[in-house]
């Protein structure tokens, strides 16, 4: 019977990679999604996965829909903590709604997407938990103090519960990318995209499918004895020891 993969903010750029990756790989894969229904729809029609919907700030919108998940395809092995979203402004004119909404998707939705499977993962003896920071969560970013703030709190959250669950079987590592080809990227305007490109060694952008091969990775059998773990995938951009 395939491992059950669920893979937040899954239907579009890097998860939507994520979730076609685990899937060629042989898992059955969920992939949550907040609003977008044409990306899901697409997903769904694409790569045979199942999709979801609901706010991975919510706790018990996670712990409802986790619930629905298990009964549907099974019990959640692998969680691929993904979602995120931007607000981005300088910190002294950033309203704390801002603040906030940020912190609530990138960080809260680690309590909120976490709490709710770890538990089946310890009983069963097999657990991978991939968390999805950034880049800025690693060196900062002017104009995103919430944002950096969030991902930066993803790192820590990693180390602590990876050295929980080692024991039971259960890795937890993070994937910290750079600047990578997707539709948010695209948006940059031109000019500031290629001052992004410039700072890059490798010169150019990250690929979502090069994040995606490093989550059917730690995902596998194979990565048990990976945990614990901040990754790097950004050409060279800023070289961090965790």
Not at 139 to 155: D, H, P, R
Not at 209 to 222: G, H, N, P, Q, T
């Amino acid at each position: 019977m395939a491992r059950v993969a669920v893979v937040t903010g899954g239907t579009r750029g890097i998860g939507a990679a994520i979730s076609k990756g685990l899937k060629a790989a042989g898992y059955e894969v969920a992939a949550v999604y907040a609003g977008n229904e044409d990306a899901a729809k697409a997903l769904k029609a694409d790569a045979q996965c199942h999709t979801y919907k609901w706010d991975v700030s919510d706790p018990k919108a996670c712990a409802d829909g986790l619930a629905q998940v298990a009964a549907d395809i099974g019990p959640v092995d692998i969680l691929v903590n993904n979602a995120g979203i931007t607000k981005d402004g300088m910190f002294h004119r950033m309203s704390f709604e801002q603040w906030q909404a940020v912190l609530r998707t990138n960080l809260d939705s680690m309590f909120c997407m976490t709490r709710p499977v770890i538990e089946g993962m310890r009983e069963r003896g097999f657990g991978r938990i991939v968390n999805i920071s950034s880049i800025n969560g690693q060196k900062g970013q002017m104009g995103q103090a919430n944002y950096s703030a969030a991902k930066s709190g993803v790192i820590g959250f990693t180390k602590a519960l990876a050295q929980e669950n080692a024991s039971k079987g259960v890795t937890v590592n993070c994937i910290c990318p750079g600047y990578i080809d997707t539709d948010m990227v695209a948006a940059v305007p031109e000019e500031a995209l290629k001052k992004i490109i410039a700072a890059i060694p490798t010169g150019r952008l990250g690929k979502a499918d090069e994040i995606a091969d490093l989550v059917v990775f730690l995902a596998s059998e194979r990565a048990g004895f990976f945990t614990g773990a901040v990754h790097t995938i950004n050409g060279g951009q800023y070289i961090a020891n965790g």
